[in-house]
């Protein structure tokens, strides 16, 4: 993998880091994915948490406790602007915390060391949750929403979300989320199809193909009546019309394995 410099933002080319491991930015007129630099990869490798450690705290994180055990991380630059706030009692807090440093991180890493412009480079993270169920068959759902702009001809907003069965003890996917030999996405779509296409006045199609691909679903979360699902611009709709959200009610799809 190379590393090159277009425009005023650091970007990778010729390979990937595993996972999540990214950050995201729009240039010339479509969404791309920023991965972050070889050198907070190891960083953090260097100083990821081992795994008998005392789960990540909020201030571990560099963020500050507030009401409702929210973390909220504020840092500001002389170029840049950067808030993220997030629930800081999630069950599973290891890979919620990894995700948001690792953005932190690589947004940080383009911000501080690319010239000023003429609007400051910006960082925003807010969530919202969920919950279904009652003890101790119960989940809950926390969902990111970023915001970021580090240049390029558009911003870029994408989702994060993040779901725990408390009863087993294990995170929630797209994938272990139904019950076995069950077809979930030929119930869902239709749904969703409606949903989307009653929001949006733009009048775009939503292709079977697009619509029946599990990997545009891997950011829902789970109430006691519906699954909610994001969409990040131009994931479903043309991303004219922005970040968007689907209501599924589940007495209308197959049922979950939770």
């Known amino acids: 993998m190379r590393a090159a410099r277009r425009g005023s933002a650091l970007y990778a080319v010729g390979g990937h880091f595993p996972g999540d491991l990214a950050f995201y930015v729009d240039e010339d007129n479509q969404v791309m994915r920023y991965l972050i630099a070889a050198a907070v990869l190891f960083t953090m490798v260097l100083l990821g948490w081992p795994a008998a450690a005392e789960p990540p705290s909020c201030a571990g994180v560099g963020g500050t406790l507030e009401a409702g055990q929210m973390c909220h991380i504020r840092t500001t630059g002389a170029t840049y602007t950067l808030n993220i706030t997030f629930p800081a009692d999630y069950p599973d807090p290891q890979p919620l915390t990894d995700y948001v440093t690792q953005n932190r991180d690589g947004f940080l890493s383009v911000a501080q060391t690319t010239g000023p412009r003429d609007q400051p480079y910006q960082l925003e993270a ?117 970040p968007c959200q689907a209501q599924v009610p589940r007495n209308a799809i197959p049922p979950l394995a939770v």
């Open 126 to 242: 807010t969530s919202e949750q969920h919950f279904a169920g009652q003890p101790p068959h119960n989940t809950r759902s926390v969902v990111l929403k970023f915001f970021q702009d580090v240049g390029g001809s558009h911003t870029s907003t994408w989702y994060k979300a993040f779901n725990y069965n408390l009863g087993t003890k294990q995170p929630i996917t797209f994938d272990n989320l139904f019950v076995p030999n069950t077809s979930p996405l030929e119930a869902i779509f239709p749904l969703v199809k409606a949903d989307l296409e009653r929001q949006n006045a733009l009048g775009a199609a939503i292709l079977p193909s697009s619509g029946r691909d599990p990997s545009h679903y891997q950011n829902f979360a789970i109430t006691d009546d519906q699954l909610i699902f994001y969409f990040a611009p131009g994931e479903m709709l043309p991303a004219l019309a922005g």
